[in-house]
């Protein structure tokens, strides 16, 4: 049996060692490695796979929003981030800079894109000339680079890659509405395929993004309760369009400076989904976007008939659309039954002489590990159910999580007391920038969003009155 | 009439002005765009759908092929590249090279990878342990930067899209034959999807790619005759997993380097299609990876009923899964027939109110130009067989121009009065360098591929006994 514990062994405790338990997990179920540079993580064919899911999922949607993809250079000249003056102050000091290429020095030296807003303003300045050109939805999947200090594999490296969405339009209205369609794409597949409850809001100015005049962000509570910001959405007004100069004649024929979004996800997400479903014995995917949906395990594999009839349900599966594998290897039954767990594969099949015998098959759900029988006769469409199941599980199993540790504050104790036990906290704010660096400062926990629809009397640090709700949190 | 031939005066004209013609159609029909740092492209949509219409089609037959997508980090150590003499010396002229970031001066200058060969051998060698993990195969969709001094839109620029396979095998056997098999993928996408047909074969040494045994390409010709790289695959023997440690212990308990293997083809191959396919009025696209297979223009469009039967159309057609747009523009009908023929969609489907009322439509290839009728009832069913028929006629006509201009040569004159003319040249070749250097110099062909099951009795340089049939040409 101590061959067959070895796999829960290998990770850290989950509920003491949080972080030691994630940097176990993601290598030794060879989602991502680290790379040779400082900062740098190499992509794992089963991370990897777990990024193809979620591309294809945000592409269609993406797509029936008319949204089309394309793809602009990686080195951007250092001047276009200095028209913008907010933009150049939050990139310029993580920017990673080309100066020789070719064999020669450049005359200019070139960033690295750590985000597009300047190259693709100055495509769109081109591109667009009157009112009929409007809206341009365009959106590129690519790397982007920045260089960080602190960094640990899908959270946090100098390279990752992401889709940004750019789009301008004729009025502040419009841009505005997109801004906050494209917040409700993020949400609703968020929710639905990666099983994560987010909070969706604005950002406090001091959180925003550099450059735009207002940024919409979706929180996500991990396992030991700190926030992830999981996806922005931005509404630049006239700011990019000034500095890039994107101006249509307009159906009156004047001139008019449009207004630009832009929006992004990135590889954090596959962050997210290990932080916030995993367990002690590894990681728990959601159906939606695992590479493997379904494994199946042959019980006593070398009697008669038991292979071809694990490979004649895996047909079946395959057949209907589940993404199923076949753990035909020499290792035990048990330490199949660990590693795949370990590596979150949503439903097991146990499949033996008996079971064959009898016409049934044996499910185990990774998300509550609990048991069930079900018929070989429409063995996909009880697998299919099952894993709808799981994937509408995960999520209300995430959202009771995260509600239990929803939690009020009236002072600077209260929300030092909360954030402590790994609570997301809602207290008054007057507003200034003041109270928000000495809640970070004294707490470590910074404000994630503001909360709509709520209403405090006084914030909760200088006791004035309170204009808005936020949720404090400390955050990955 | 101006108005409608406006289309076509924009466009060089082919058979005089080839190269302008190239860089007219790529703008005009807004596939691509210079970027703001010289010899680096955007790829529009328009050109970007071709790209993703590529990539699903290939990334299917990898994944037959057991190839699992990885991403592997964009910044390379220069060090890395020093490891295999050859390699070095191939790409060290072409890199870019990032010295600065995050404020500060690297220890180590990093390069933009021109190719992986380097960083994913470093990591093989770290997965690689024993025979039970090869073969390892993995692929990457990326963006790759070599500095060029002359560049042009797809076919040469300093950044460029592209997928690398990499594989790891225990024997030179096994990586011949993957480095044979992939070429065989490439060759039957390249012919069926792309319709253009290419000759495979091994490359001299001269031009073998930096740090190979054998480089196998796919050459296809161009409208002008000239020849186009549109894909390799190399076998690297144990040359890099000698430089990288890629060892594994064999199952008789010796420790082994690897045999491996790399391959790419990159956004290079819609030059290749544009420069095969197109014609006088524009592009001609392959149905396969049209953006758009089939274009709808209503005519007399204000008419009661005409516009709401081309959208019932278009539904019944997307329906059927084909890519169609309706074009329901205040252009005229004339306007639209030249802009969409520009634009190169295979098939255009007119249809007026006496069409409606006969219950047909009229159909328009784009590769013969010929028109034809078809029910509206069954509309999918025949628009379907004729993109399948307009798919199979360019790869014929393409095979055809080809065959024309591949003609023999004895000696140096012949070759230089074939590629003058634009033709592919079959010659003795004795095996020596300065024989390929020769014709290079006084005819600027190079060696494109050496043709298999073909012979010659003496060398057409230096009248030596031929090793070899060599295919000369000039190339892009």
Not at 301 to 315: D, P, Q, T, Y
Request: charged residues 25%.
């Amino acid at each position: 049996m101590a061959k067959e514990n070895q796999f829960v062994e290998q990770i850290a405790d989950i509920e003491t060692d949080f972080p030691q338990w994630y940097t176990d997990v993601v290598l030794k179920t060879k989602l991502v490695d680290y790379g040779p540079v400082k900062g740098t993580m190499v992509i794992r064919p089963y991370g990897y796979a777990i990024w193809e899911n979620i591309q294809r999922e945000l592409d269609g949607r993406f797509k029936k929003q008319g949204v089309q993809n394309a793809y602009f250079p990686l080195l951007i000249p250092m001047s276009f981030f200095t028209k913008e003056a907010e933009h150049v102050e939050g990139f310029a000091p993580e920017v990673a800079v080309v100066t020789h290429a070719g064999g020669e020095k450049l005359a200019e030296p070139l960033a690295i894109r750590p985000t597009s807003e300047t190259i693709i303003g100055t495509m769109m300045a081109k591109w667009i000339q009157s009112y009929r050109d409007l809206p341009m939805k365009v959106n590129q999947w690519c790397n982007v680079m920045r260089w960080e200090k602190t960094t640990r594999p899908f959270l946090r490296t100098s390279e990752f890659l992401w889709q940004e969405g750019h789009t301008a339009h004729a009025t502040a209205e419009e841009a505005e509405a997109e801004t906050l369609t494209m917040l409700g794409v993020y949400k609703e597949f968020v929710e639905n395929c990666l099983a994560i409850p987010v909070i969706t809001g604005k950002k406090t100015e001091k959180e925003r993004f550099a450059g735009a005049v207002a940024t919409y962000t979706m929180e996500a509570m991990m396992h030991d309760g700190k926030s992830l910001q999981s996806g922005t959405s931005h509404y630049m007004g006239q700011n990019f369009a000034k500095a890039f100069d994107i101006q249509y004649l307009g159906n009156e024929g004047s001139l008019q400076h449009a207004y630009t979004t832009s929006w992004g996800v990135s590889t954090r997400l596959i962050g997210a989904v290990i932080m916030t479903h995993g367990d002690e014995r590894g990681l728990v995917l959601p159906p939606v976007v695992a590479p493997t949906q379904c494994v199946i395990v042959p019980i006593a594999a070398r009697k008669g008939g038991v292979i071809e009839a694990c490979e004649a349900l895996k047909a079946q599966l395959e057949e209907a659309g589940i993404r199923v594998t076949l753990d035909a290897s020499d290792n035990s039954p048990g330490w199949k039954f660990n590693e795949w767990e370990m590596k979150g594969v949503p439903l097991r099949i146990e499949l033996g002489p008996r079971d064959i015998e009898a016409g049934k098959m044996l499910l185990a759900r990774r998300d509550t590990l609990e048991k069930s029988e079900a018929a070989l006769e429409n063995a996909a469409a009880s697998v299919k159910e099952m894993l709808v199941e799981i994937q509408k599980n995960m999520l209300e199993k995430a959202r009771a999580h995260r509600d239990n540790r929803i939690v009020y504050a009236d002072d600077m104790a209260g929300i030092l007391a909360a954030v402590e036990k790994g609570n997301f906290v809602k207290a008054g704010w007057c507003g200034c920038r003041a109270c928000e660096d000495k809640v970070k400062e004294e707490t470590a926990a910074t404000s994630r969003v503001i909360v709509e629809g709520e209403s405090k009397e006084t914030c909760a640090v200088c006791g004035k009155p309170a204009k808005n709700v936020i949720i404090y949190a400390r955050a990955y």
